[in-house]
């Protein structure tokens, strides 16, 4: 029933999590390609689109019970 009232919807909300270990990359190209594929995939304008990048210091992340750092 809640997956009918949602895609009933005329509008709706997307959020996607990306999690990428990298260092050095374009953050530009990033937010424009992923913009890009976004507005393709759902009709909706690029200017509709909002991409936020968060970087996480390796000291604040772990893995497996141990520290990045």
Known sequence: MFIEQLLSKKY???????SVFA???????????LTEVVAEIT???ETYIYVRIDEVPHENFGIGGKSLS
Do not use: E, H, Y
């Open 23 to 33: 260092r050095n990359f374009s953050r530009q190209l990033l937010i424009k390609r």
């Open 43 to 45: 009709g909706k304008p």
């Open 12 to 18: 709706s909300s997307l959020f996607l999590c990306v």
